[in-house]
């Protein structure tokens, strides 16, 4: 099986390629950014001389920054690979629901898991009626990872301040209501509708982000049968064939679910524990080409 992985190089892809060899695969790390796609006759996509409607998979990896151009045409590029017939994981779709917060938060509501208070809008005075009403906020940007952008906000006059400076930048509101968490939360890893492990993240001194890529420590933990279904729900919900769900235990007894990542980073996981995280992925890509040759190979053919 010959897969492409996209996305930059670095700890995750080289960890994916030795999973793919390892099961006798190749794998072909190439970045977003060398897409070129042609219309016309049959029509085509591909990076440097590879072509990707040839391969048997693509691995989505993390989608650059970039223009909301740059950022659309990579997504549609995903879309168009997996309507020719190319499994992605995750797909496109996923990615799309995964990587935008209040799209998530919608989504996990209407599955009916428990999410947190949470209020999105783009005025201010709507903004700060909702930050009065919650007291205490976390405001965070609608796209955006390992804790980065987010404020805690509980004074009404900084509240104000931050939201006049996030309406210059035409920034959507996204409040949320703080939930005293004790400083931790829990990573659960989803992959083909099994939580394969968890990981306690815990704050550093003075901080309430637990994120590790702030200084956060991680330690493996037992789930809960009770919040493992909560993990698994969300992965559905979002349509992940694997994803970082966090959960987030209240000191009132309530867990609530928080982001679902389909595009998760392992490591932490990996570092707690004795998991083969990439493997674990890669059985599921395999798993999802099979069923996908079958499926073709029942479908009706084309007159």
């Known amino acids: ?47 440097g001389t590879t072509g990707l409607f040839d391969v048997d998979a693509v691995i989505a990896r993390i989608i650059p920054a970039g223009s909301l151009d740059q950022i659309i045409y990579r997504v549609d590029a995903l879309h168009w690979i997996e ?29 009916g898991l428990p999410v947190p208070d949470t209020v999105v809008c783009e005025g201010v005075d709507e903004a700060m009626a909702a930050a009065l009403d919650m007291g205490d906020v976390i405001v965070k940007p609608i796209f955006g990872s390992m804790g980065r952008g987010m404020m805690r906000v509980s004074d ?3 509240a104000y301040r931050v939201f006049r400076t996030l309406e210059q930048l035409q920034a959507v509101f996204y409040l949320q209501r703080a939930v005293d968490h ?39 933990v037992d789930l809960p049968a009770e919040w493992e279904q909560l993990a698994l729900r969300a992965a559905v919900a979002v349509g992940a064939d694997y994803a970082g769900v966090d959960l987030l235990p209240s000191r ?28 674990t992925i890669v059985d599921c890509l395999e798993r999802r080409v099979d069923a996908a040759r079958k499926e073709a190979c029942n479908a009706p053919r084309r007159v």
Do not use: C
């Open 83 to 111: 309507e020719r017939g190319v499994p992605v994981l995750n797909s496109p779709r996923a990615i799309e629901r995964s990587v935008d917060k209040f799209y998530t938060t919608a989504l996990l509501q209407e599955a």
């Open 1 to 47: 099986m010959r897969v492409v992985i996209l996305g930059a190089r670095g700890w995750h892809t080289d960890e994916l390629s030795r999973a793919l060899i390892a099961r006798q695969h190749t794998a072909d790390v190439l970045p977003y950014e060398g897409l070129v796609a042609r219309a016309g006759g049959r029509g085509r996509l591909s990076i």
């Open 182 to 220: 004790g400083g931790r939360d829990v990573r659960v890893f989803v992959v083909s509708a099994r939580a394969i492990g968890a990981i306690e993240r815990r704050a550093p001194d003075g901080d309430w982000r637990t994120n590790v890529s702030r200084g956060g420590s991680a330690r493996l």
């Open 252 to 279: 009132d007894g309530r867990v609530f679910v928080l982001e679902v990542n389909g595009i998760p980073g392992w490591r932490a996981l990996q570092s707690a524990g004795q998991l083969d995280v990439a493997d």
């Open 156 to 158: 009404p006059d900084i």
